[in-house]
C-alpha cells in the first residue's frame, strides 16, 4: 500500500470510531481537552481530513472518546 492509502486506513479507523459514538469532532474536542488535549474542532477536522496525523494523536483520541479495541481487520 502506499501512504496515501495507508493514511485513508487510519482515518478511516478513527472516523468509524467517532461515527459508532454518534460523536462529532465539536465532541472529540471537548472529550480531548477534558484529559488535557487543546485542539480546535477545526484543527481535528483539518487532521482527519489530511489523514496525516501522528499515532500520539490517535491514541489521545481513542482514549478521549473511551475506545478499548481497535480492529484493524
Not at 470510531?17 to 480531548?32: A, H, P
Amino acid at each position: 500500500m502506499t501512504d496515501e492509502e495507508w493514511q485513508d486506513r487510519v482515518k478511516g479507523l478513527l472516523k468509524g470510531e467517532l461515527k459508532k459514538r454518534n460523536l462529532s469532532y465539536r465532541d472529540l474536542s471537548e472529550k480531548l481537552a477534558a484529559i488535557g488535549v487543546h485542539d480546535s474542532e477545526r484543527n481535528i477536522s483539518n487532521k482527519l481530513s489530511r489523514g496525516s496525523f501522528t499515532a500520539v494523536f490517535l491514541i489521545q483520541c481513542l482514549d478521549a472518546i473511551e475506545c478499548k479495541t481497535l480492529h484493524l481487520g
